[in-house]
């Protein structure tokens, strides 16, 4: 059975620095890999998606890795600001539709 | 429309009544997708339509949950009898086809709080 795991589970660093959250999963035979923000009460909003071929994904100040070998994914974020402050949740796919969500990691970005 | 809708947004019932959630996903997506968050257990696959092929109902925890399709687009979940434990956010998502090779759109959810 597939586990995700997101460490940490929170997080706070001052506006303005880098940081990189974590992903790790057991079972390397996936589809793909989507990481996505939560802000409080709302639903889930995606950044990036991974397919098992690729390495990596950049979109403005974000950049996800993926080795799936390791069971491992990066998100990095540069320059992080306020409006960053989420939860962030990776979801992996394997065979089938059904999409096996991470623990989250809780960010908060301090002005 | 521009994005997945699902309504009602928040939902108070007694124990014991009967839900309707619905999801309209965005025009086109032939992929639906129902996932529970519960607080403390994040999000759990429900069920998957793809188009006119039998729905993947692997993940609904009991028989009081049941979900419908309608012409391929609007989606219904339903909950009969419901429980406290049935409390969580109700979360559906599109995709415009099936394999998440497009990745998955998710609609805002709907609250539902059994008291």
């Known amino acids: 059975k597939q586990e995700v795991t997101q460490i940490p589970a929170a997080l706070s660093v001052p506006e303005g620095e880098n940081l990189v959250l974590n992903c790790s999963f057991t079972d390397s035979a996936i589809y793909n890999l989507q990481w996505f923000r939560q802000d409080p009460g709302k639903g889930l909003t995606s950044l990036l998606l991974i397919q098992s071929s690729q390495r990596e994904q950049t979109s403005g100040r974000l950049n996800a890795s993926l080795d799936k070998s390791s069971g491992r994914s990066t998100l990095y974020i540069a320059a992080s600001q306020p409006g960053d402050s989420a939860t962030y949740l990776c979801?992996?796919?394997?065979?089938?539709?059904?999409?096996?969500f991470g623990t989250g990691t809780r960010l908060t970005i301090i002005p | 429309g521009a994005g997945v809708s699902q309504s009602p947004s928040n939902k108070v019932t007694e124990k014991g009544k009967d839900v309707e959630l619905r999801c309209d996903p965005i025009?086109?997506?032939?992929?639906l997708y129902w996932y529970r968050q519960s607080l403390g257990q994040g999000l759990e696959f429900l069920i998957y339509f793809q188009g006119n092929s039998a729905p993947d109902k692997s993940g609904l925890p009991s028989d009081r949950f049941s979900a419908e399709r309608t012409g391929g687009s609007v989606s219904t979940l339903t909950i009969q009898r419901t429980q406290q434990e049935d409390s969580a956010v109700y979360l559906c998502?599109?995709?415009?086809?099936?394999?998440?090779?497009?990745?998955?759109?998710f609609g805002s959810g709907t609250r539902l709080t059994v008291v």
């Open positions: 998502a599109s995709s415009p086809t099936g394999g998440g090779f497009y990745g998955y759109t």
């Open positions: 025009s086109g997506h032939t992929a």
């Open positions: 979801a992996v796919r394997q065979r089938g539709e059904k999409l096996t």
